[in-house]
């Protein structure tokens, strides 16, 4: 079973920025789909960003236009990159490997512990 590792989140102010990392424990992770989920207080855990094997991108609405998903394979690491943070941006941040499916993504392999972070002033 593939281990995820994530960090890079913190406390950061309205309009700021932050970088997240997800580190695989094994190069099988080159040929999945990954994709960031984002959990807030009493929410279910909801996708915000995938990438293909290939590097296709795909954005929740609610974070187009300020995250940016990305993959560094040599690296076994995925990130993601977000800009203008507002306080709905609040939540655990995670990664995993997902399968599309009729129209929806479905994660694949054991949860980390994810990151957290908190957009306020």
């Known amino acids: 079973q593939v281990q995820l590792v994530e960090s890079g989140g913190g406390l950061v102010q309205p309009g700021g920025s932050l970088r997240l990392s997800c580190a695989a424990s094994d190069g099988i992770f080159t040929i999945y789909h990954m994709g960031w989920y984002r959990q807030a207080p009493g929410k279910q855990r909801d996708l915000v960003a995938t990438?293909?094997?290939?590097?296709?991108?795909i954005y929740a609405d609610s974070v187009k236009g300020r995250f940016t998903i990305s993959r560094d394979n040599n690296k076994r690491t995925v990130y993601l990159q977000m800009n203008s943070l507002q306080p709905e941006d609040t939540a655990v941040y995670y990664c995993n490997a997902v399968r599309p499916g009729g129209g929806n993504y479905y994660p694949l392999w054991d949860w980390g512990q994810g990151t957290q972070v908190t957009v306020s002033s």
């Open positions: 990438i293909t094997s290939a590097h296709s991108t």
